[in-house]
């Protein structure tokens, strides 16, 4: 199992965050974040993003910290990273959905 967390460095309402990855499948991810109380709302289609005020405690609970240049990379090799066309699609496609 291979969890792995960047710096929380990304500022959006008024806190910065880091983003939470599995190198390894979905499914761990999703274990882990719901093991550690990280709401599923915060899954963005290959990440969960995290507020700085838990990112100690991920740690603690397994995560690896690495930059997110290796944390990109490392999720680019699993084959589970969402390129930004695929995002948009999905949110286009999701958007359709709710507007229904």
Request: hydrophobic content about 40%; overall charge negative; glycine content about 4%.
């Amino acid at each position: 199992m291979t969890i792995l967390i960047d710096d929380p460095m990304w500022p959006n309402h008024g806190t910065l965050w880091s983003h939470l990855v599995s190198d390894e499948s979905l499914d761990e991810l999703h274990s882990f974040a719901a093991e550690n109380e990280i709401p599923r709302r915060g899954f963005d289609l290959d990440h969960y993003d995290v507020p700085a005020r838990v990112y100690q405690s991920l740690i603690a609970a397994g995560a690896t910290p690495v930059s997110p240049k290796t944390l990109t990379r490392r999720l680019i090799a699993s084959g589970l990273r969402i390129t930004e066309r695929e995002r948009r699609l999905a949110r286009a496609s999701s958007h359709t959905l709710t507007a229904r």
